[in-house]
């Protein structure tokens, strides 16, 4: 069993950034984050999970940001057009933490809820511009998980500058900025993408 270390009293003073701008295709579109796990929705577990760990948390989702007002989170949409991904949510939420002082965000999904509860003082251990989570994989070593990862905040023109050239895959430009993977068990980063995974998710939480 892994030690669970306290980000916290590491030092660490992170933002968050929920990664909510999917347009759940797989799940018959809207907000897969509003479906229900248990007694809570998806979002409702990843807040609970992610909250300990950062001193700030912002929800990244586009449309009006007026139908997550009972999370209470700021919401902060795409400053790039055409929903291109992942990347633009992590620009959004390194924007909104520059302006708030942070030096570094974290980046997780919202369709994830079982992600660890040191992932950010994991990542924090590591010296690297970008720390990305990784699980083991039988025939690579390593397999990413690049929707969880630890950004520094002052590479954010990069970012905007990669997007606005077509860049849309996570490690095409995390690898240029010299990643670091931090590798964590597989069970952690179950993600739900389909009705079936909502209802394994369900039996793994009952």
Known sequence: MRRVCDARALGVSDCAVILAGGQARRMGGGDKGRLMLGYQSLLQHVIGQIQPQVSALVLSANGDPERFSDLDLPVVSDSVADFPGPLAGVLAGMDWAAEHGHEWV????????????????QF????????????????????????F?????????????????GVRKIRQWTQAQGESLVVFPQADFFNINTPEDLQDAERRLG
């Open 106 to 121: 974290v980046s997780v999904a919202a369709d994830t809820p079982f992600f660890p509860s040191d992932l950010v003082a």
């Open 149 to 165: 990862g630890r950004w520094r905040v002052d590479l954010r023109e990069d970012l905007r500058a990669a997007l606005a050239q």
């Open 124 to 147: 924090a251990l590591s010296d690297s511009p970008v720390t990305l989570a990784a699980t083991p994989d039988p025939d690579r070593g390593r397999l990413p998980q690049p929707t």
